[in-house]
């Protein structure tokens, strides 16, 4: 079976990013080891460029373009990490970045984008709409869509990740990672098991968006209907490139409830002192959770802090 | 002019305190940097063990009894870091600990102490009943008394800030550290002006807790009355022993608002994802202040985050 990239697919986007990417510290906390019965080491994210590891995807695929494709700038559709990433990869290189955002996206989402110094471009907020408007922008302008996780330039990036994570805490046996759309699990995954394949990786996920664990029990990919959860970077479908990653390598999907994401990321935020955003918090709920302190054959755990973009105004306690 | 402390005794604080106390890291934020106009080298105390500095004086001070006072135990009047901190530095060795709370006191300030293992014991909320009750708890268990700042070891101990610092960001010229009772400020400013006598120390006091300014504009220790600040662990009267090294060692008391403070805080969460609490953020926002700014000899600057510990149910926005 081939997937869309490989661990030498990685190894050459920590080449590329190198410089222009945070090398980020991985942190432990005694307190929170306690409570997992596990010595968990935590991957920041929270201090990846933008707030999230998103950069380190989109800051792949920028800088892998030829100069006559990266000449015609960039395109993708989206409110979140991804838009703001791409901004700023595609600044860092010079060339223009164009973002499709739903016109109901927060005012805040918006200006962060565009002090990137990307062009936003609203649109209704609906599937139709979004596709529609971003084909007329890349017929206009000729720029490449990146979109924010079913590409393999974007899932090498995140890999890259991994490879950091097993420098850092060469002790760990399995990581932990957040999924929606599986751009960040499945490079965890080539790279992590293309290193050491009896690494274990697992996915956590909200059970108000479980559309990975609906998946992996089905066998084949289910899309995300309604998805109801505050792990709001997390309400995307599986990809078509991410999909067969997480189907044949990811060893459990475990599912947290709002509650439990919650109650991590309070514990996350008052124990630990680190600011993370509740989507990062679905991991640190997964390795509190029963079923994973279950497994007693693991000790030394990598979580992913996927990033720490939070509204203040609206916290979710 | 001699003081409590000099810088030898910091240095036996550090060997003291190693492998007790946290060594704690330093950051860096390019979107502070930019809007300082300077390179900010912060130092996280809020990852210190109790999420503060304050455990390095209450540890050093516990560490450096002799074994048939330490036997004693330890006794302190405080609701905030320093009972927390005494409390594990005592468990650490061993040994008992007391602390006096007024009963007003918050019930999560008195179960933190608890859980570290302390006897809490209530009081009236007047100066008169706390001293009356540790002098009472004092003859009846004949336990140490270690006040929260105006204790040799207490600022011995907090100065290993300075010196871990001034290892960890060599370029450092000016550091500026919050001021309360004074005794890190005192401790900071020991230890850097012994290893560089030309290293610029600059106090960040709250405009509605102000003593310091007072102070060392009159040219001599006035009281502090009344203070009226967010920055909760800055109300305190500077104390006889720390009042002259601020006197002769601090360049200047750069005094900030509520609203700085606030502002300041919002930015370490927001962009640096640096999780501090309000007393911390009050040297971020002197650092932000335009008389500081002002200061273009001075591009390298250490600040001490001195903690963490914030309670979510009632953030200052």
Same mark, same amino acid.
């Given at each position: 079976?081939?997937?869309?990239?490989?661990?030498?697919?990685?190894?050459?986007?920590?080449?590329?990013?190198?410089?222009?990417?945070?090398?980020?510290?991985?942190?432990?906390?005694? /307190?929170?080891?306690?409570?997992?019965?596990?010595?968990?080491?935590?991957?920041?994210?929270?201090?990846?460029?933008?707030?999230?590891?998103?950069?380190? *995807?989109?800051?792949?695929?920028?800088?892998?373009?030829?100069?006559?494709?990266?000449?015609?700038?960039?395109? /993708?559709?989206?409110?979140?990490?991804?838009?703001?990433?791409?901004?700023?990869?595609?600044?860092?290189?010079?060339?223009?970045?164009? #973002?499709?955002?739903?016109?109901?996206?927060?005012?805040?989402?918006?200006?962060?984008?565009?002090?990137?110094?990307?062009?936003?471009?609203?649109?209704?907020?609906?599937?139709?709409?979004?596709?529609?408007?971003?084909?007329?922008?890349?017929?206009?302008?000729?720029?490449?869509?990146?979109?924010?996780?079913?590409?393999?330039?974007?899932?090498?990036?995140?890999?890259?990740?991994?490879?950091?994570?097993?420098?850092?805490?060469?002790?760990?046996?399995?990581?932990?990672?957040?999924?929606? *759309?599986?751009?960040?699990?499945?490079? #965890?995954?080539?790279?992590?098991?293309?290193?050491?394949?009896?690494?274990?990786?697992?996915?956590?996920?909200?059970?108000?968006?479980?559309?990975?664990?609906?998946?992996?029990?089905?066998?084949?990919?289910?899309?995300?209907?309604?998805?109801?959860?505050?792990?709001?970077?997390?309400?995307?479908?599986?990809?078509?490139?991410?999909?067969? #990653?997480?189907?044949?390598?990811?060893?459990?999907?475990?599912?947290?409830?709002?509650?439990?994401?919650?109650?991590?990321?309070?514990?996350?935020?008052?124990?630990?002192?680190?600011?993370?955003?509740?989507?990062?918090?679905?991991?640190?709920?997964?390795?509190?959770?029963?079923?994973?302190?279950?497994?007693?054959?693991?000790?030394?755990?990598?979580?992913?802090?996927? *990033?720490?973009?939070?509204?203040?105004?609206?916290?979710?306690?």
């Amino acid at each position: 079976m081939t997937y869309a990239i490989g661990l030498s697919d990685v190894r050459q986007a920590a080449e590329r990013i190198a410089g222009w990417a945070h090398r980020t510290p991985v942190f432990t906390c005694a /307190t929170l080891n306690r409570r997992a019965g596990k010595s968990l080491f935590f991957k920041c994210e929270q201090w990846q460029k933008v707030g999230a590891f998103k950069f380190r *995807g989109a800051c792949n695929a920028v800088r892998k373009l030829p100069p006559e494709q990266a000449a015609r700038g960039v395109i /993708t559709h989206s409110s979140g990490n991804h838009a703001q990433a791409l901004a700023l990869a595609a600044r860092m290189r010079g060339i223009a970045a164009h #973002v499709v955002m739903p016109r109901t996206a927060p005012q805040v989402k918006r200006k962060a984008v565009e002090e990137y110094g990307a062009r936003v471009v609203a649109c209704e907020p609906t599937l139709a709409a979004r596709e529609a408007t971003t084909a007329q922008l890349q017929a206009e302008t000729g720029a490449i869509l990146i979109p924010p996780y079913n590409h393999p330039d974007v899932m090498a990036g995140q890999g890259t990740i991994a490879l950091e994570l097993l420098e850092q805490a060469p002790l760990v046996e399995a990581i932990i990672a957040p999924i929606g *759309g599986g751009g960040l699990i499945a490079g #965890v995954c080539v790279a992590a098991k293309g290193l050491n394949p009896r690494l274990r990786i697992f996915a956590a996920e909200p059970a108000g968006a479980d559309d990975a664990a609906r998946s992996k029990t089905a066998g084949k990919l289910l899309p995300q209907t309604n998805p109801q959860t505050i792990a709001d970077g997390l309400l995307t479908s599986l990809g078509e490139l991410t999909w067969p #990653v997480v189907r044949d390598q990811v060893e459990r999907v475990l599912t947290v409830s709002d509650e439990e994401i919650i109650d991590a990321l309070r514990w996350m935020w008052e124990r630990a002192k680190l600011l993370i955003e509740p989507s990062a918090a679905v991991a640190v709920a997964a390795a509190l959770s029963s079923s994973f302190q279950a497994l007693t054959d693991i000790q030394h755990v990598g979580i992913v802090l996927s *990033g720490g973009n939070v509204d203040l105004e609206r916290l979710p306690w």
